[in-house]
């Protein structure tokens, strides 16, 4: 499981010219699967997520939280996540989840994160989508 979160002043999901999601302040994750991964992954990441402490505070220090700052979190599959690099110059998806089993994790992830308090918004799996934001520092972390 790859994630991709970035603090963001806004960010959108468009498919075929129509807006999905959108929210103001908060995360925008994206989210790749490989095989083997596990749901018990998702609710450890996502509670880590929704109390990270990367917004300022009074005194310009990153001190709290998403649900401090009553942030917003907008959750995009991304299948390229699952890439591999190894061989060639085009990526391998050997390692990716399948299809099904991606589309039920998704699902829980969203679920799991309205669950823990969090508007939670998302893309369309499997769907060809644009996403726009606006990265608030650049604030960006790897898990």
Do not use: C
């Amino acid at each position: 499981m790859k994630w991709v979160v970035q603090r963001v002043k806004w960010a959108k999901v468009s498919v075929d010219g129509r807006l999905v999601s959108e929210i103001g302040p908060g995360f925008l994750t994206l989210l790749g699967f490989e095989r083997g991964d596990e749901e018990s992954q998702l609710e450890r990441t996502l509670n880590k997520i929704s109390e990270m402490r990367v917004f300022s505070d009074q005194n310009g220090k990153m001190n709290l939280s998403l649900k401090d700052v009553g942030g917003a979190h907008l959750v995009v599959s991304q299948f390229t996540l699952a890439a591999s690099w190894e061989s060639g110059r085009r990526p391998g998806f050997d390692k990716a989840e399948t299809p099904a089993r991606a589309r039920e994790l998704y699902a829980r992830a969203i679920e799991i994160s309205k669950s823990l308090g969090v508007p939670t918004f998302a893309g369309i799996f499997g769907a060809d989508m644009k996403v726009e934001l606006l990265n608030d520092g650049p604030v960006t972390f790897l898990f």
